[in-house]
């Protein structure tokens, strides 16, 4: 398998680079006002961005935003070989298990994400994920065959692992049940450090993770976050449209960073837990918002998944606000919910 993108660490980074250098320009903060804090860094194989916007002294150390992030990455990675997941894919115990209460709060946030989006979202996706050269493990290079993917198929679906969120535990229906976080993990991070930035009483920021962003109040003009929603073009980066947005978690998802092409197909890392393949569609992107970043994250990965008829319907029943932007040819069309249109009424451009 040839991949003919770069590995994701840099994908990522790369895009939440270009993220931030857009929110930069967009808040327009030539000069630092006082109480204007930022702080970035490096986690779950991409980057992290955090502004925080305050009339006194933000007291808050790098040190501190560091530390959570690390903890997530350290719970949910499958790239750390001792991490709580790593060793919980490892055990092919089907005792019910004690987990952390993060483990325990994202197995059920994804199943119920799973149910609601009919099968599309599915963490278990994990061995297909790896057979398609898009995980930990090493990259094949020849397609996988379908003899390949039968096997694995045997061991996906969310209704294979069930979780006690009382006790605190869980419980793997098939030994070789693996789990994939990387469509929610980036979420939930935003939202850790979300939360904490409150905790400490800031309450207007934005906190990025690899293009995932929570926003809360306003910016340091005392507007709204201007946020940019790329274009799903993988030769270039530019803009698609900006948006003005408070109070909400943004998340978009799309193969056009994370895919390769064989035999003039492309692949992209979104894999349809039904088929066992990647999605093969026209929809570039989707960009979802939510309340909580770690929702707008995992749907945005289960609406590429529906593609964008079934997603819009969908999407139009949950009352989700969503941006599809389709490719047609050198062209992109956008679908928006009305919830979108609603909560992004003074677009930019
Ligand atoms: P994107 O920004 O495109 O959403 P993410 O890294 O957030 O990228 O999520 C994509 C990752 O999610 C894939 O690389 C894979 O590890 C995992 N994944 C792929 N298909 C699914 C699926 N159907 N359900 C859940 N996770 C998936
Ligand atoms: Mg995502």
Known sequence: MKSTTQPVKNISFLTGFFILLLSLLLIGCDSSP????????????TTYHVTIVADQKVSIAQGDIDELLAGVNQTFST????????????????????????????????QYISEASLGAYDI?????????????????DDLPSQNDIDKV?????????????????????????HLDFSSIAKGYGVDEVA?????????????????????????????????????????????????????????????????????????SHTIDPKTGNPVQHHLASVTVLSGECMTADAWA???????????????IEQKMAVLFIVKNGPEYHEVMTPEFKRLTQELVI
Do not use: C
């Not at 408070?246 to 092409?261: E, H, K, L």
């Open 34 to 45: 006082k109480g204007l804090v930022s702080y970035s860094g490096q986690t779950m194989g």
């Open 79 to 110: 790239y750390i070989d001792n991490s709580e997941v790593w060793l919980l894919n490892e055990n092919k115990s089907d005792e019910w298990q004690k987990s952390s209460p993060a483990l325990i709060s994202l197995v059920a946030a994804s």
């Open 124 to 140: 278990t996706v994990a061995p297909l994920v790896d057979l398609w050269g898009f995980g930990p493990s090493f990259k094949p």
């Open 153 to 177: 198929m045997q061991d996906i679906g969310y209704h294979k692992i069930i979780v006690n969120t009382e006790e605190g535990t869980l419980k793997k229906l098939s030994p070789n049940v």
């Open 195 to 267: 939360n904490y930035i409150e905790s400490r009483g800031f309450f207007n920021y934005m906190v990025e993770v690899g293009g995932e962003m929570r926003l809360r109040g306003h910016n340091p003009d005392g507007k709204k976050w201007r946020i940019a929603v790329e274009k799903p073009d993988s030769s270039k980066r530019s803009i698609q449209r900006v948006i003005k947005l408070s109070d909400i978690a943004v998340a978009t998802s799309g193969g056009y960073r994370n895919f390769f092409i064989k035999d003039a197909v492309e692949y």
């Open 301 to 315: 990965t289960a609406f590429m998944v529906l593609g964008d008829k079934k997603g819009y319907d969908l999407a």
